[in-house]
C-alpha cells in the first residue's frame, strides 16, 4: 500500500531519493542582461559563472549549479543502480582527499534530507539508511612523522564530527590490524609480507587488497551493508588502463562497475561518472569541504607510469578521462555487478518496491566461479594451462595455481621454495581462501 503522505510519491520512495526541484532562474534578470547573458551561468542564466566542467567554456557554472551538477551524477548513480536503499548501513571509505571528502558529504545530504522526510511522515515505513565512516590509517607502511599522522586523524575526526545530525560512527583503522586475528605483531608481520614482494608495483596492489580486506573486515563486524568507495572517472580510467597492462583484462569489467558484489559486503561507486578535476574545483570552491593531507606515498611503477600517462592526455583534452571509461564501460559485466534483489518478508515492501525498480537484470552478463585468492579477481580457468600450475610449490600448489596471472608474475615470489613461507605472511582470509577454495558465497548469486 503506498504511502499518502506528501513526502512520499506513489511508489512509496522518499522524495530525498529522487531529483530534488531546482529554483526556477530569474528570467527577468536574465532578459534585462541582454547580451551578458553569455557571461552568466549556462544552467540558471542569472549568476556570473566562477568555474568550468570538463567541456570547458561550454560549460561554465555558478557555484550552487556547479555543486549540483555534481550531485546529480551521484544521485543518479546511487538512483539507478540501487546502490543505498532505506534498511541500508552504508560504510564511506574516506581517504582525507577531494573524492572521499565529496562523496562523504554528498551520502550525508542524502542521508539528512531523508531523516527530514521521515521525521515529517506519518507513515514512518520507510526506514533511514545509516552512515559510518572508515579511514585506513596506512602510515606504518610510510616514512610519516607521528605528529603528522595525529593532526591527519584529529582534522578527520573534526570533518565527521562536524556534519549535521544523524549522527556517524568513525572508525580509524590502522592497515596491519587486518592480521589482529592471528594474535601476532601487525607491523612486524606487514613489514614481512611487503618486503617478501619483489616487484613494486606488486606492493602497491597487494596495499590495495589488504585495504579492501580490511574494509570488509570492519562493515561486517558491524553490521554495515554497503561499502561507498570515492573512486572517480579519472582513478578509473588510470585502473582501465593499468590493469590491461598487468594483464587483467578478463576481469577488468568486474572492477569499473557501479556495483561490486562479488564481496560479502558489496561495494558501490557512486562517483563513477565525476571526474577528478571537477571533484577538485568543488572542494575549492566550498569553503566548508575541509580535506586532509596526502596520507599516502605517491604510486610508483606502472601504477605511476599510467598515473602520468593519463595526466598527460587528460591536459591535451580534458574529456579523455571520460572517454576511457566510457569505452571500458562497454565491456560486458559480471553476474555480480548488481545489487541482489530483497526476498525477506521482514523489509518493509515499499523498499522491495524501491529495489526491483532500480535493480539492473543480468542480461548477458558474464559468470565466475573462481577467484584469485589475492586480488579477489574472477578467473578464466581456460587461460591457465597445467604447465604454469606445475611451476608452484609441491606443498601449496594451490595459491599459485588458483592466482590470476597478474598475482603470479608481479606478487607471489618467483621461487618456489619461498611459497611456504609466503603463504604463512598472508592475512587469514587469504590464507583461508586458498586452501579451502574459492567458491564463498558465490552460488548464492546464480
Known amino acids: 500500500m503506498a504511502c499518502n503522505s506528501s513526502t512520499c510519491n506513489s511508489s512509496g520512495r522518499y522524495k530525498g531519493y529522487e531529483e530534488e526541484e531546482q529554483p526556477k532562474p530569474n528570467t527577468k534578470a536574465a532578459v534585462n542582461g541582454g547580451n551578458s547573458c553569455q557571461n552568466r551561468c549556462v544552467k540558471c542564466k542569472v549568476n556570473e559563472p566562477v568555474c568550468c566542467g570538463i567541456g570547458g567554456e561550454n560549460s561554465r557554472f555558478c557555484k550552487d549549479c556547479f555543486k549540483n551538477n555534481l550531485y546529480g551524477k551521484f544521485k543518479q548513480a546511487v538512483t539507478y543502480n540501487a546502490m543505498i536503499t532505506p534498511p541500508d548501513k552504508v560504510l564511506v571509505a574516506f581517504s582525507g582527499g577531494p573524492s572521499s571528502r565529496v562523496v562523504l558529504q554528498f551520502v ?54 562536524n556534519l549535521a545530525p544523524p549522527s556517524k560512527e568513525l572508525f580509524v583503522v590502522p592497515v596491519e590490524s587486518i592480521f589482529s586475528s592471528d594474535g601476532i605483531d601487525g607491523k612486524e608481520r606487514l613489514k614481512e609480507l611487503l618486503d617478501a614482494v619483489s616487484d613494486v608495483t606488486g606492493k602497491e596492489d597487494l596495499l590495495i587488497h589488504l585495504r579492501i580486506l580490511l574494509l570488509q573486515k570492519i562493515a561486517s563486524e558491524n553490521g554495515y551493508t554497503r561499502i561507498v568507495l570515492g573512486s572517480c572517472t579519472s582513478r578509473i580510467a588510470c585502473h582501465v588502463i593499468s590493469a590491461t597492462v ?4 578478463y576481469s577488468l569489467s568486474a572492477d569499473i562497475q557501479y556495483v561490486d558484489s562479488r564481496w560479502e559486503i558489496p561495494v558501490v561507486l557512486p562517483l ?98 573462481s577467484f584469485c585468492p589475492i586480488c579477489n579477481s574472477p578467473l578464466k580457468k581456460s587461460n591457465f594451462p597445467s604447465s604454469l600450475r606445475s611451476n608452484g610449490s609441491q606443498q601449496n600448489p594451490d595459491l599459485f595455481a ?45
Request: proline share 5%; charged share 20%; glycine share 6%.
Open 272 to 369: 563513477r561518472d565525476c571526474p577528478a578535476q571537477e571533484l577538485n574545483t568543488l572542494c575549492s570552491l566550498d569553503g566548508s569541504l575541509k580535506i586532509v593531507g596526502l596520507l599516502n606515498g605517491p604510486c610508483s611503477g606502472i601504477n605511476g607510469l599510467v598515473s602520468s600517462f593519463v595526466k598527460v592526455l587528460q591536459e591535451e583534452n580534458p574529456s579523455r578521462e571520460c572517454t576511457i571509461v566510457r569505452t571500458a564501460g562497454k565491456l560486458t559485466p559480471f553476474h555480480f555487478n548488481r545489487v541482489q534483489e530483497i526476498h525477506d518478508s521482514n523489509v518493509p515492501s515499499a523498499t522491495r518496491r524501491h529495489q526491483k525498480r532500480y535493480t539492473l537484470k543480468p542480461n548477458g552478463s558474464l559468470s565466475s566461479d
Open 108 to 161: 550525508h545530504e542524502m542521508q539528512y534530507k531523508a531523516q527530514k522526510n521521515y521525521d515529517a511522515n506519518k507513515d514512518k515505513s520507510l526506514p533511514v539508511f545509516g552512515v559510518g565512516v572508515a579511514f585506513i590509517d596506512e602510515s606504518s607502511t610510510h616514512s610519516f612523522t607521528s605528529l603528522h599522522i595525529e593532526k591527519a586523524i584529529e582534522d578527520i575526526r573534526l570533518i565527521v564530527s
Open 246 to 249: 598487468k594483464g587483467q583484462g
Open 402 to 446: 588458483s592466482a590470476c596471472s597478474s598475482c603470479q608474475f608481479q606478487i607471489l615470489p618467483k621461487d618456489p621454495s619461498l611459497m611456504e613461507e609466503f603463504l604463512s605472511l598472508l592475512p587469514q582470509q587469504m590464507i583461508t581462501k586458498a586452501k579451502h577454495g574459492d567458491q564463498g558465497n558465490f552460488s548464492l548469486l546464480r
